[in-house]
């Protein structure tokens, strides 16, 4: 069983930056690639990024590449999201998850966590 709680997030104006992270409990986690999406309001939800259960190797969407960036430190249980130069179309509630089952099915998930971003 694995736990993710969400922190971060919040109000942002445009170009500005913010970090999610994602903590996991259970030894589980440290084994487990783990993922990041998000879902604005009318939309489906959409891929954001994601790292292997070691953080050697991670994966962006096209969409963020070059502002967002994803990190772990498994000594800390805790995946991060890293959001630079935010744009006011990044604004969506954003969910890390854990044990990838597919490439958009995951067995666990955070509880979601908003990110606005003002023009």
């Known amino acids: 069983q694995v736990q993710l709680v969400q922190s971060g997030g919040g109000l942002v104006q445009a170009g500005g930056s913010l970090r999610l992270s994602c903590a996991g409990s259970g030894q589980s986690f440290s084994t487990s690639a783990v993922g990041w999406f998000r879902q604005a309001p009318g939309k489906e939800r959409e891929f954001v990024a994601r790292?292997?259960?070691?953080?050697?190797?991670?994966s962006i969407a096209d969409s963020v590449k070059g502002r967002f960036a994803i990190s772990r430190d498994n000594a800390k249980n805790t995946v991060y999201l890293q959001m630079n130069n935010l744009k006011p179309e990044d604004t969506a509630v954003y969910y890390c998850a854990a044990q990838r089952i597919s490439p958009s099915e995951y067995k666990y998930w955070g509880q979601g966590t908003q990110v606005t971003v003002s023009s």
């Open positions: 790292i292997t259960s070691t953080g050697a190797s991670s």
